[in-house]
Nanobody, 128 residues
Framework: EVQLVESGGGLVQAGGSLRLSCKYSGLPFDDYVIGWFRQAPGKEREWVSCFASRDGSTDYVDSVKGRFTLSYDNAEVAVYLQMNSLKPEDTAVYYC?????????????????????WGQGTQVTVSS
């Protein structure tokens, strides 16, 4: 059974930082892609970043480039999203998702409906 668990969300002032974690287990692939998405109230789920386990490649939506950084820990079986210089518009529920590794190289990791396994989400609130 695939399980993904996000944590690390919270309330922070603009300009602050948070580190989200996505711990996963039961993935049926030797390699995989981890996608981060976020959803603000009344808005569609938005792609934030992707991580490819095969070679450690990362990709980010333009609005977070230079502020957000992905890292991973094989021992912890986790992917982390370090979020710096947070802005009020970053406020959302953040989700991680996992699926086949090819999605990273085709760009499909930017598409939420491509992912079959999701975590429960963690709330990030940035106050102005």
């Amino acid at each position: 059974e695939v399980q993904l668990v996000e944590s690390g969300g919270g309330l922070v002032q603009a300009g602050g930082s948070l580190r989200l974690s996505c711990k996963y287990s039961g993935l049926p692939f030797d390699d995989y892609v981890i996608g981060w998405f976020r959803q603000a109230p009344g808005k569609e789920r938005e792609w934030v970043s992707c991580f490819a386990s095969r070679d450690g490649s990362t990709d980010y939506v333009d609005s977070v480039k230079g502020r957000f950084t992905l890292s991973y820990d094989n021992a912890e079986v986790a992917v982390y999203l370090q979020m710096n210089s947070l802005k009020p518009e970053d406020t959302a529920v953040y989700y991680c998702a996992a699926d086949r590794p090819s999605y990273y190289y085709t760009g499909e990791c930017r598409i939420a409906r491509r992912f079959g396994s999701w975590g429960q989400g963690t709330q990030v609130t940035v106050s102005s």
